[in-house]
């Protein structure tokens, strides 16, 4: 059983900065092959891709939304992937979820669609407050 937890969320002023971080914890799921996603869901919206990160960390990927403010990073080493949100504004307000999509080696292929991810957090609430 794969299980990926999300952590560090929380409430925030605007401009300020929190860092998501998510832990895959389980035997047989080796996180080092598995592209890591970061996903977003206000109430009343539909998922929104916020960011991905290749298995080795060569290429990242972010939303436009986001783009210049948050930062994806990974360390296989202790199985945790990791947004860094910067100048946060009252509309990143959501819930974020992790998510993990095997890809075979050398692939740089980050998917930005939610059905292409196979494992999936619980989530962390986000609230920035103006």
């Known amino acids: 059983q794969v299980q990926l937890v999300e952590s560090g969320g929380g409430l925030v002023q605007a401009g300020g900065s929190l860092r998501l971080s998510c832990s895959a914890s389980t035997r047989t799921f080796t996180f080092g092959n598995f592209v890591m996603g970061w996903f977003r869901q206000a109430p009343g919206k539909e998922r929104e891709f916020v960011g991905g990160?290749?298995?080795?960390?060569?290429?990242?990927l972010s939303g436009d939304s986001v783009k210049g403010r948050f930062t994806i990073s990974r360390d296989n080493a202790k199985n945790t992937a990791y947004l860094q949100m910067n100048s946060l504004k009252p509309e990143d307000t959501a819930v974020y979820y992790c998510a993990a999509d095997y890809q075979p080696p050398l692939s740089g292929i980050v998917a930005t669609t939610a059905r292409e991810y196979d494992y999936w957090g619980q989530g962390t609430q986000v609230t920035v407050s103006s």
């Open positions: 990160i290749t298995r080795t960390g060569g290429r990242v």
